[in-house]
């Protein structure tokens, strides 16, 4: 294949210049007829990987998915770039799928996406038999695989794919793969001394920003604000708290709806799809949201809780910016979450899956309370190293992180503690200190107390989270039962001597606006706000009136290119990222024309 036919159509149909690292490996293997075998972070670009050779070469692409709420998706976004293109699955009425197949037996399909049990089905089998299919791709390839997360049954079936199709090549995708993941892939695939790819996992558009969590509810408010009209996704672990946080936002005026298992399945589809088509700004969810998104335009993800492994932190986050623009992902991270968590893993009953539980706990516990890079520790916990030194793109390496010494606090804590003889529980210690009036204090006596009232200065909410923090640092311990009570561990008696010292965790906030995120992260050149705002507009109006996600008829980057380049002509409009000759032609003039009366209301006319 000459580069310029390559090049052409990346350009032509995709209104892309450049491929993204590795995709054109793959697309050139493809072409010369090889089996490819890719892992690649989610927003790497999987699937312009084989919708280009799709393009090229004769006949149909088939495309094995588990995702049939991504099929939809996928084929909207193939279709608004002028791919011929099709789903077959169980959603279909009867006509519908009838159409398809007709279509697929006339050859006027480049691509044909299809649920993995389909692919079982004998029918199905002596339909594609009779037409020229010119490549076979699995999406989500690790489902083939025990080893992964994911496993799904159907995929079995696929192990047989390169016999049925001898001639073509076979393609293999997948986000999530260990190195034992992929080599059974490759196993059980059998692919024909395939190209194998692997991605570097990092995501260099993504900025991590772990935080101490003291107020919640307060930090999650300061964050939005910062983030007005972006769209984000909030992660807490319980039903319970994703109802309250959604509840709460709302009730200060974001447009945010929750999300999780506990809702029917209307409510879940309804505020999945606000979400989806810019409906709202924020979902507030428990994990079970995610897969199956293919939203490209997300801004920020926020955990308002620990969660349970590195590989979730990383899957989680990494549903913002597939696009490629800038996005912020913050942790915020109270060492009093983890009692809760621990309560839920040793509640496990299968004891590989309690030491598993605890094992990927504790390592993440780690990686929120260490000091090293965010990014060299994710990237490290994947296998792989991270070749700079500062990132520039984590809270470690821009310095916003700042350890606080509060000994003093603790030995208050420890002292009320000891004077009360070890016999009350955190609430009680906390009345003491900051000089509660209440009955039972007078009762005891604890008003009269040496450190009755020495910690005033501060609220309960703090010395209830420094409670937490020694107990989690194993300064103190509470006593089981009904009414637990704290008492002293070895190393309180030396911080209680002045012989250690204890550290919590804490943001800077002064420091961290002046480095703000967005401005750290390089990918993005200025561009016009306010017209970005117009342009997003527009985008929703289309995306509304043909019934598809706004991000399918156009993604920020987009928009964003739009407001800094200020095309007015076809031919500048060209030359932005994303915009080839179909989308030119179906949304070109409304968007030229907004850009032309925005430059002459503003006096911008070259
Ligand atoms: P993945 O499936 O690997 O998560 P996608 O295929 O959804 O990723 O692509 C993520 C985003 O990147 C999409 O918005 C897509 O249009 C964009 N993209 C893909 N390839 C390129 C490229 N070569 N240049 C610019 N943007 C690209
Ligand atoms: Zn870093």
Redo the contacts with the bound molecule.
């Keep these: 294949m000459s580069d310029a036919r390559l090049y052409d159509t990346?350009r032509k149909v995709?209104g892309?210049r450049?491929?993204?690292p590795n995709?054109e490996r793959v697309v050139r293997a493809i072409l010369a007829q090889k089996d490819v075998f890719a892992v690649?972070?989610?927003?790497?670009?999987?699937?312009?990987c084989y919708q280009l050779p799709a393009v090229l070469l004769p006949g149909t692409c088939m495309v094995i998915s588990p995702l049939i709420a991504l099929m939809k998706d996928q084929v909207d976004g193939a279709r608004a770039n002028g791919i011929r293109a099709a789903f077959l699955n169980s959603s279909l009425l009867p006509d519908e799928r009838d159409e398809v197949i007709h279509d697929l037996l006339t050859n006027a399909l480049d691509l044909l996406y299809v649920a993995p049990e389909r692919f079982t089905l004998d029918h199905f089998r002596e339909v594609i038999g009779r037409v020229k299919i010119s490549m076979a791709v699995i999406d989500e390839a690790h489902c083939i695989s025990e080893w992964g997360h994911d496993f799904r049954p159907d995929y079995l079936s696929l192990s047989d794919l390169v016999t049925l199709f001898p001639d073509i090549p076979v393609a293999a995708?997948t986000?999530t793969a260990t190195h034992r993941v992929q080599q059974d892939i490759l196993d059980k695939l059998a692919l024909r001394t395939p190209l194998v790819v692997r991605a570097s996992f990092d995501r260099p558009n993504l900025f991590y920003d772990i935080r101490f969590k003291d107020n919640p509810e307060a930090q999650l408010v300061a964050l939005l604000k910062k983030n007005p009209g972006k769209a984000g996704i909030i992660y807490r672990t319980s039903r319970k708290s994703v109802n309250d946080s959604a509840a709460m936002l709302q009730a200060k005026g974001f447009r945010a709806l929750p999300y999780h298992a506990g809702l029917s399945d209307a409510d879940r589809k309804h505020n999945q799809d606000a979400f989806i088509r810019d409906e709202v700004d924020i979902i507030v969810a428990t994990i079970a949201f995610g897969m199956g998104i293919?939203k490209?335009n997300i801004r920020f993800v926020i955990h308002a809780d620990l969660p349970k492994s590195i590989e979730n932190y990383y899957q989680e986050t990494g549903r913002a910016g597939?696009?490629?623009e800038p996005a912020q992902c913050t942790l915020l991270f109270a060492q009093g979450d983890i009692p809760k968590m621990r309560f839920f893993i040793d509640a496990m009953l299968d004891e590989t899956e309690r030491a598993r539980a605890l094992g990927a706990l504790t390592k993440v516990i780690a990686f929120a309370s260490n000091s090293v890079c965010r990014r060299r520790t994710l990237l490290e916990y994947f296998g792989e190293s991270y070749p700079h030194e500062n990132c520039n793109s984590c809270d470690i390496c821009l310095g916003t992180r700042e350890v606080v010494d509060c000994t003093r606090e603790a030995q208050m804590l420890l002292s009320a503690i000891v004077r009360t003889e070890e016999r009350f529980g955190a609430m009680h210690i906390v009345d003491i200190v900051t000089g509660s009036a209440n009955k039972k204090i007078r009762d005891f006596g604890h008003d009269r107390l040496k450190t009755y009232g020495v910690g005033k200065e501060h609220e309960k909410k703090y010395w209830r989270q420094l409670i937490d923090e020694l107990l989690a640092q194993k300064v103190i311990e509470k006593s089981e039962g009904l009414y637990p009570t704290l008492f002293l561990l070895p190393k309180a008696i030396q911080l209680l001597k002045g012989e250690d010292r204890i550290e919590i965790v804490r943001v800077e906030e002064k420091k961290k606006e002046k480095a703000s995120p967005l401005k750290s992260v390089s990918s993005t050149a200025p561009y016009n706000q306010e017209l970005f705002e117009l342009l997003r507009t527009l985008r929703k109006q289309i995306a509304n009136e043909q019934g598809i996600p706004p991000?399918i008829v156009f993604?920020d980057?987009t928009l964003h290119d739009m407001a800094a380049l200020y095309p007015r002509t076809a031919e500048t409009m060209l030359t932005v990222?994303?915009v080839g000759e179909v989308k030119l032609e179906r949304y070109g003039t409304q968007f030229l024309r907004l850009i032309d009366r925005y430059c002459s209301d503003h006096d911008l006319d070259q």
Excluded: I, N, V, W
């Excluded at 690649?40 to 312009?48: E, Y």
């Design positions: 990346l995709f892309f450049e491929f993204r995709q690649m972070p989610t927003g790497g670009g999987k699937s312009l995708f986000a293919d490209s597939r696009d490629g991000y993604s980057r990222s994303g």
